[in-house]
C-alpha cells in the first residue's frame, strides 16, 4: 500500500463536550481540503483504498471511531482516537468546548514498475 492522500482537519463541539461529533467535524473538515479525483482519473478501484484516520482529542476514549469511521464515503476505513486537539475550560457553564484534530489518509496498491514518467 502506498499512500497517495493526506489531509489534514479541525472540528469542534462547542457545546456538548461531545468527542465524536468534534471528531466528525475534523474528518469532514479534511475532506474540504481534498477531492480523490486521481481515483476517477486513472480508472483506479476506490474498493481497493485503505483509508486510515487518526483523531487526536483530549480524552479519545469518548471517541465512537465506528461512528467515524462511516462517514467515510469511500474505501475501507480505520479510525484511531490518540490523545491530542484540546479542550477550552468554559467556567461559566462548567463545561468545555472540544477541538479535534484529524489527518486521513488514502493508500492504494501501487505497483511501482506499471509507473513511468512519460
Known amino acids: 500500500m502506498k499512500r ?6 479541525m472540528g469542534n463541539d462547542l457545546y456538548g463536550m461531545d468527542y465524536t461529533k468534534a471528531a466528525k467535524r475534523a ?4 475532506f474540504r481540503h481534498s477531492t480523490l479525483s486521481i481515483f476517477q482519473s486513472l480508472g483506479l478501484d476506490h474498493t481497493k483504498m485503505e ?3 487518526t483523531v487526536g482529542v483530549a480524552e479519545p476514549e469518548k471517541v465512537d471511531c465506528d461512528a467515524v469511521a462511516a462517514i467515510l464515503p469511500r474505501g475501507n476505513a480505520t479510525v484511531t482516537a490518540v ?4 479542550n477550552i475550560d468554559d467556567p461559566g ?11 486521513v489518509e ?6 511501482p514498475e506499471n509507473w513511468k514518467l512519460s
Open 4 to 9: 497517495l492522500i493526506l489531509e489534514m482537519g
Open 83 to 86: 490523545k491530542g486537539g484540546q
Open 27 to 30: 474528518v469532514e473538515d479534511a
Open 93 to 103: 457553564n462548567g463545561t468545555a468546548h472540544v477541538i479535534a484534530t484529524a489527518a
Open 106 to 111: 488514502a493508500l492504494y496498491p501501487i505497483v
Open 51 to 53: 483509508v486510515r484516520v
